[in-house]
């Protein structure tokens, strides 16, 4: 998974290589939003083989990162303001509950570490700050321990990380209101304060939903939308 850690005996397989490969590309947007891929294309010019590809095709389909048209060919899949908008009512529907539940279950010193590695590497690349970023939400959603939301978030949290390094890549950047906005966060969670929670998390939501929908903005201008 992308945002969680992976043993250090595991070896991948062909197919686990491929996606990890194709899905870099999707998200760091070296394929941009839009564009058309082919199989042909990814079989002439990737290493994996045939079936590997084929196979994390299947898995990108499945997590709404490529859209598929029989005998046409495939395309990365584009961003829309409503796709934004609805990735972002999910996101104030389920944190701010999930850290208020789970409040007294977290453990101080592991999320102080998290905001500490963000804070300590100022220079680090957007790709490298933004998975620190949303692995310091993904531990409180990891924290409930149910497996399917998991799942379900780290999806969430994929389209994200591709919305967030698409703002990076068109000079909107919410990068340097992260840290604070997660400060903030921390606080509110050592008063225990549900209101205050609340706020600060929805807070933190606002601000990168506002900014992600500038950067579409400079997308629709730049596509002529």
């Given at each position: 998974?992308?945002?969680q ?31 058309e891929?082919s199989?042909?294309m990814l ?23 490529i859209?598929v ?21 999910i996101?104030?529907l ?6 208020i ?27 490298e ?7 310091f939400?993904m531990?409180?959603?990891?924290m ?8 379900y ?10 919305l967030?390094m ?11 209101k ?38 579409l ?7 002529g939308?």
């Open positions: 998974m992308l945002f850690s992976v043993s250090p005996d595991h070896t991948p397989s062909q197919t686990e290589m491929a996606y990890d490969f194709l899905l870099d590309k999707i998200l760091s947007c070296e394929y941009l939003p839009g564009q891929i199989e042909k079989n002439d010019t990737l290493p994996f083989g045939r079936t590997p590809i084929r196979e994390a095709l299947m898995t990108l389909k499945s997590q709404n990162l859209t048209y029989p005998r046409r060919g495939m395309q990365i899949r584009p961003f829309t303001r409503q796709n934004i908008n609805e990735i972002y009512q996101r104030k389920v944190e701010p509950s999930i850290i539940q789970f409040k007294d279950s977290y453990s101080k010193a592991a999320i102080m570490d998290l905001q500490s590695d963000l804070e300590s590497q100022p220079d680090i690349s957007d790709a700050f933004y998975k620190k970023d949303i692995r939400h531990y409180f959603i990891e409930t321990k149910n497996q399917m939301l998991i799942s978030y780290e999806n969430i949290m994929i389209e994200t990380y591709r967030a698409y703002a990076a890549s068109r000079g909107c950047s919410s990068r340097e992260n840290i604070p906005q997660h400060t903030k966060i921390i606080q509110a969670l050592m008063t225990e304060n549900n209101d205050l929670i609340s706020n600060a998390v929805n807070e933190h939501i606002n601000y990168s939903q506002v900014t992600l929908l500038r950067a903005d400079c997308y629709a201008k730049k596509n939308q």
